[in-house]
């Protein structure tokens, strides 16, 4: 059940925020920050299910998740890349290169340095515990946005809600299983979803700014062209 939510979740993030982002050919005032904290996420994740840390397969749920989540997240930072300013495409290449960095030598150290799967699991549960926070914080970014602008139009309400579903089973999950590293970020992410959820029915009537319809700049041009000849008409002067 959680596989599918969190499934749903990623594919929210196509539809609702990089379908308008392809539309518009721009990436306005939407942040890569999220994204690139799933990322990290998504990558610790998968190595703490693989049997180099886990013993054996115990945790192949949560490598097929998180396995699928890297190669989704990576596709969602490249089209935002695409369609960044300069300095956002210079944005996006240091933080993405830095967290991936970062993660290859995690990985490296677990695998040389530690030589049980107890020590391993401790050491990238916990980086992966603190990467799951960050993400879980991450939308305070949008939150930020919400409350300047007193609109919706950057948090989208599917994202927001599938955001709270995948974080309560996340969270039952890790009780169950009694795997207090999968399930202790949710205690944070439960409540910030709440929070996303209230701003946006505090603000949803605000509405979503939309750009206007083509027929009616064209209208507007023709009105306007229409008003400037009869101002030049009256200000001509009268024939003898």
């Not at 603000?203 to 101002?231: A, F, H, N, S």
């Amino acid at each position: 059940m959680h596989h599918r939510c969190y499934c749903i979740l990623l594919l929210c993030n196509v539809r609702l925020t990089f379908a308008r982002v392809i539309r518009k050919k721009s990436t306005e005032e939407f942040s890569c920050v999220p994204y690139i904290l799933a990322l990290t996420n998504c990558y610790f994740y998968t190595w703490y299910g693989l049997p180099v840390v886990s013993s054996g397969w115990e945790n192949f749920t949560i490598v097929t998740i998180n396995g699928l989540g890297v190669l989704l997240e990576l596709s969602f930072i490249l089209i935002y890349f695409w369609f960044a300013t300069a300095t956002g495409k210079k944005k996006v290449a240091i933080l993405t290169t830095t967290v991936t960095l970062i993660f290859v030598t995690c990985a490296i150290i677990s695998a040389v340095v530690f030589h049980d799967h107890h020590h391993r699991k401790i050491l990238i549960g916990s980086i992966g515990l603190v990467a799951s926070v960050a993400m879980y914080c991450s939308p305070l970014v949008a939150v930020k946005q919400v409350l300047k602008t007193k609109s919706v139009e950057f948090m989208p309400f599917y994202l927001s809600l599938f955001s709270f579903i995948t974080s309560v089973l996340w969270l039952a999950y890790g009780l169950l299983s009694h795997d207090l590293i999968l399930g202790s970020p949710n205690f944070v992410g439960c409540p910030l979803g709440i929070l996303q959820l209230a701003l946006y029915f505090k603000y949803r009537k605000r509405g979503i700014m939309e750009e206007p319809q083509k027929w009616d700049v064209e209208k507007v041009e023709e009105i306007t062209k229409e008003q400037l000849q009869v101002v030049v008409t009256d200000n001509s002067p009268a024939k003898i």
